[in-house]
């Protein structure tokens, strides 16, 4: 079993919807929780980042964490072409927070 | 506010020799971590350094090895060059007590080895 998990996609949604992004991982004790975003050939971006059960919001952003499911998800309202792009959940845990990737979701968002 | 910042941009290397790549922290972080991502995956935890040690590593054979500088810069050695060592190497920095463990990443270093 892969420690963290994502869907590799593409998932496509047409612009102006919401996009779902979800991720599930392993190790119970995890305690921090990070989605990044990282354009093709360049490196990845952090987004967002979320410690406690429930839901995080910034701008278009929303995370998600439900550490009973063991499962991290990241909503982008209105979604526009520019968040194109291939995203990456991570997760850390472990006495000096190692953090572990995801392969990454590629999201196309069709004009 | 300064970045991460890693060089050079780009490497091409033959096998068996060896590398060094360099890594800048974002101003303010004490912590390095070095990744590798080969194509179409995730990036892949190799190791971190912390006040100039390196404190844990990921699945990486010996080739690969590491240096923190005082100032908290830090060096990534690969020696052997094999071709599946051909990856996007990527330098993340935080701040060590700061209770919220996120890492920012640098540019990172193309190397392609032939």
Known sequence: QKEVEQNSGPLSVPEGAIASLNCTYSDRGSQSFFWYRQYSGKSPELIMFIYSNGDKEDGRFTAQLNKASQYVSLLIRDSQPSDSATYLCAVSSGGYQKVTFGIGTKLQVIP | ?114
């Open chain 2, 1 to 114: 506010d300064a970045g991460v910042t890693q060089s050079p941009t780009h490497l091409i290397k033959t096998r068996g020799q060896q590398v060094t790549l360099r890594c800048s922290p974002k101003s303010g972080h004490d912590t390095v971590s070095w990744y590798q991502q080969a194509l179409g995956q995730g990036p892949q935890f190799i190791f971190q350094y912390y006040e100039e040690e390196e404190r844990q590593r990921g699945n990486f054979p010996d080739r690969f090895s590491g240096h923190q500088f005082p100032n908290y810069s830090s060096e990534l050695n690969v020696n052997a060059l094999l071709l599946g060592d051909s990856a996007l190497y990527l330098c993340a920095s935080s701040l060590e007590g700061s209770g919220s463990y996120e890492q920012y990443f640098g540019p990172g270093t193309r190397l392609t080895v032939t």
